[in-house]
């Protein structure tokens, strides 16, 4: 890549020093490096809360059909120690779109997406990252990231009966690297009931619900799902007939399976496992409806396909209160093991809560059915983009992600890429994993929807968990492998005052 391609995200940002050596590392580096022709497409699937063990492919007791998940499977790379970065969804995203963890700033700032974006102006993401090299982008589904509405008197705001709905929305998708973005800003059925091309709504909310959501006249949660991908199918087409050889950047993260449970009639009743899985299969259909297009447009072989998920499952079989349809309640009405044999689900500590599907496809680079037992985390994308297209990170940028391209292309030997990974509860609780250790620093599950009982005077102050011998998690061993607790103490602390993962100096 030349200097003249860079994107102007540096040059907005950037300090000159730094910017002059990123200029300098990306010239010298260039795509070639890489591979030997252009560099890939890529399409990364984020499936809203689908757990460990909706896949057949991770899981052969699941009682929920995922063919054209378990087909991604099998012609690319399975990682089964792959985690989220949080046990809950914003946080995720962010981590996955900047290689930050979330966790590095306030917990708190997560409730201000109604009224503003949870990235910073001057944080590099993926999608820039791509642009900058060469790459259009396009986001169609769940955003949940965050950005700011303005109301009739032109002031900030969230999205209310107030809003002036003829202004653009500020710090969404295209203020952070995509050319184009359709879909929701939160989820389908929460915070504002209408889609949103690029800046503006689709049709005008009119309507208020739930005491406060403005909603559109003809906008309904069910249609979500399929809209958006439909609208990604047309920028495959777009792409192909538009850009031919040029690459693009795919992200859909798709609506499905949050709540609410809301499957197109010709799903209804498909599964043995209520809305709930019927909700699961439309959204494996639609995996395997962009991978028929890419296919139909000859893309498939020029194109990595990664899926993953932004948490473990909450696993509600309908919709309602927590009180109705209580979390994991998939699994004690249908016996559906949602999160496979891992305790918890979405929000907790244990790794049902943060331990997510992973799938990785690239024909001719990853070598088919293959599976990768390493410990990944989502934040580890952004500098294996990076690495694929043979270009250096800024400084300042990616904090904690690591390069797994020598995972997915075979190359890589000696010691795991990950020494460690720290990871998030739905309250912004810290648990750290290090090879088969994972230790938390509060009792109970740190859960949205759980009790977290204070110490008594002599019990433990936390939690740790040998997954070796207690892979569920039943047996603390906080009072009685204290050396243990700390050492990966001290590892923590360190990872906190150093401001990025060890081993990452960007």
Known sequence: MSAACLHSWAWRHLPAAVLIATICALASTGLAAASPGRPPNIVLILVDDLGYGDVRANFSESQIPTPNIDQLAQQGMRFTDAHSGAAVCSPTRYGLLTGRSFSRQPWQTVGFQQ????????????????????????????????????????????????????RPSTGGPNDHGFD???GVP???????????????VTETPTEIINGSWPKAPSYRPEDALPATTQKALEYIDWNARERSGKPFFLYLPTVAIHEPLVPSPEFVGKSPVGIYGDFVMQMDAAVGQVVARLKQHGLLEDTLIILSSDNGSAGQAGNGTVEEFPFGSVRSVYGHKMNGDWRGFKGTLWEGGHRVPFIASWPGRIQPNSVNNQL????????????????????????DSYNLLPY????????????????????????????????AFHLGSGGQFTTNPQPVKRGPKGQLYNLNTDPGQNTNLWLKRRKVVAELTALYKDHIARGSSLGINR
């Open 115 to 166: 009224w503003a974006s949870m990235i910073d102006d001057k944080r590099l993401t993926m999608a820039e990252l791509l642009q900058a090299n060469g790459y259009h982008t396009g986001a169609f589904g769940k955003w949940h990231l965050g950005q700011t509405f303005y109301n009739k008197s032109g002031q900030p705001d969230g999205p209310t009966a107030e809003t002036e709905w003829s």
């Open 180 to 182: 184009a973005f359709y």
């Open 186 to 200: 939160f989820t389908h059925g929460h915070g504002l009931w209408a889609l949103m091309s690029n800046r503006l």
């Open 376 to 399: 990944i985390v989502l934040e580890d994308l952004m500098a294996t983009f990076a690495a694929i297209l043979g270009v250096t990170l800024p400084a300042g940028s990616a904090e």
């Open 408 to 439: 997915l292309d075979g190359t890589h030997n000696g010691p795991p890429i990950r020494r460690y990974a720290v990871f998030n509860t739905f309250n912004g609780d810290p648990v750290l994993r290090k090879d088969q250790w994972v230790l």
